[in-house]
């Protein structure tokens, strides 16, 4: 089984503080792991992908293979960057792709 | 434009009646996906399809049916809907299973079954 954790719900930070949202994956196999954001009152979109290697918005994720760990990573976060995050896992089912979702974590960064 | 349709946005409906909730996509995406998203348990995936006339079951199934006769077209169905299907639910599709690419997302649609 496939399982994807986001041990906080909340995160709280000051405008230009770094920001760490943690990801927490279970999988048999090679996993395939992404971001996705959801800004207030918009839908659900990809942020980043691990096998692209990509920074986006100033956002950064590495796996972690060891620690089976895709945290996502802002070195100075700005207000803009206010929203809901979820980590995402793409596995295989029995008719081919399983995407499984963390919690998710709200990120308020404050002026 | 591309992108993935959802109707209705808002519905309101009584247990056991039944509904279906329809999703297309104009992107010729071979992936389709149904979740639902509940106040603390993120995004649950309920049925997934990745071609015409092949569907599975994802994690919370039970209550839900689908199909998928044409390739752009992936409606959730639900029978007797109880009051613990009260949810949001998305629409997702993707070219290559979400591997590169990812999921595009539709607006959602807000059920409340009373």
């Known amino acids: 089984a496939q399982r994807v954790t986001q041990p906080e719900k909340l995160l709280s930070v000051f405008k230009g503080a770094p920001v760490e949202l943690k990801c927490n994956y279970s999988?048999?196999?090679?996993?395939?792991l992404f971001w996705y954001v959801q800004y207030s009152r918009q839908r659900l979109q990809l942020l980043l992908r691990?096998?692209s290697r990509e920074s986006i918005k100033g956002f950064t994720a590495d796996l972690n293979k060891g620690e089976t760990s895709f945290h996502l990573k802002k070195p100075f976060a700005q207000e803009e960057d206010s929203a809901m995050y979820y980590c995402a896992l793409s596995g295989r089912g029995n008719a081919g792709n399983m995407l499984t979702f963390g919690g998710g974590t709200r990120l308020m960064v404050k002026p | 434009e591309a992108q993935v349709t959802q109707n209705p946005r808002y519905l309101i409906t009584v247990t056991g009646k039944k509904l279906t909730v329809t999703c297309s996509q104009n992107?010729?995406?071979?992936?389709m996906s149904w979740y639902r998203q509940d106040p603390g348990l993120g995004l649950r995936q309920i049925y997934y399809?990745?071609?015409?006339?092949?569907?599975d079951k994802g994690d919370v199934p039970e209550g839900y049916k689908v199909s998928r006769k044409e390739k752009r077209n992936f409606p959730l169905i639900l029978e007797s809907p109880s009051p613990n299907q009260t949810s949001l639910y998305f629409c997702a599709s993707s070219l290559d299973r979400g591997q590169y690419y990812g999921y595009t997302f539709g607006s959602g649609t807000r059920l409340t079954v009373v």
């Open positions: 399809s990745m071609n015409v006339e092949v569907t």
């Open positions: 691990h096998i």
């Open positions: 992107m010729n995406h071979e992936y």
């Open positions: 999988y048999s196999g090679s996993p395939e």
